[in-house]
Antibody, heavy 130, light 108 residues
Framework: QVELQESGPGLVKASETLSLTCSVSGGSISPNEWSWIRQPPGKGLEWIGYVSYTGFANYNPSLRSRVTMSVDTSSNQFSLKLTSVTTADTAMYYC????????????????????????WGQGILVSVSS | EIVLTQSPVTLSLSPGETATLSCRASQSVSDNRLAWYQQKPGQPPRLLIYDVSNRATAIPGRFSGSGSGTDFTLTIRGLEPQDFAVYYCQQYGRSPWTFGQGARVQVK
């Protein structure tokens, strides 16, 4: 049974960088893909992106210019960095394991994973202060 | 980006009744890659259905999914007290993966 646990600061100042880590237990980072999803208070879910155990990442275009995801296979962790945050980035941030559902060629040289989320962390609330 | 629109936004039902939730996509969902999740307050979402109609591990048979192309449905037959929650659909056929805005099933 895979378990995930988010960690990081619960308060970030506007214009600074949000940094979160997800620790994976009960399973290995390899050979899987891992995602971050966020949920503003009282609102719906937004997929931020996924990172593969190889380090390949695919981001939501709405956040691509500010997001970096990475993996640390030696620590069985993966991480999220979101730069230049504003109050609009205040949300519960969840990490999740991607259950693969095949892939497709994006026409630009990359095979993009398809996947859904069977395993989630409990989430970490990150507030951005103005 | 594929936009998913769920309806109704709120459904008021009594225990034992059947809930029918709709998820409509702005374009066809590739290879019917659509999932449904249940979320209760203070908890992460819980996977119910994947690939339109496959129940996830340990999900009761009263939950079923159907549909294809742009129109999908989650049906909950014989609502039990623990089923009152918010439900989200998610497409993962094309990046960016997107979620519906959510639909609340509440006690009438």
């Amino acid at each position: 049974q895979v378990e995930l646990q988010e960690s990081g600061p619960g308060l970030v100042k506007a214009s600074e960088t949000l940094s979160l880590t997800c620790s994976v237990s009960g399973g290995s980072i390899s050979p899987n893909e891992w995602s971050w999803i966020r949920q503003p208070p009282g609102k719906g879910l937004e997929w931020i992106g996924y990172v593969s155990y190889t380090g390949f990442a695919n981001y939501n275009p709405s956040l691509r210019s500010r997001v970096t995801m990475s993996v640390d296979t030696s620590s069985n962790q993966f991480s999220l960095k979101l730069t230049s945050v504003t109050t609009a980035d205040t949300a519960m941030y969840y990490c999740a394991k991607v259950t693969p559902a095949g892939d497709y060629y994006d026409g630009a040289g990359y095979y993009i994973q398809r996947g859904f989320f069977e395993y989630w962390g409990q989430g970490i609330l990150v507030s951005v202060s103005s | 980006e594929i936009v998913l629109t769920q309806s109704p936004v709120t459904l008021s039902l009594s225990p034992g009744e059947t809930a029918t939730l709709s998820c409509r996509a702005s374009q066809s969902v590739s290879d019917n890659r659509l999932a449904w999740y249940q979320q209760k307050p203070g908890q992460p979402p819980r996977l119910l259905i994947y690939d339109v109609s496959n129940r996830a591990t340990a999900i009761p048979g009263r939950f079923s999914g159907s549909g294809s192309g742009t129109d999908f449905t989650l049906t909950i037959r014989g609502l039990e007290p623990q089923d009152f929650a918010v439900y989200y659909c998610q497409q993962y056929g094309r990046s960016p993966w997107t979620f519906g805005q959510g639909a609340r099933v509440q006690v009438k």
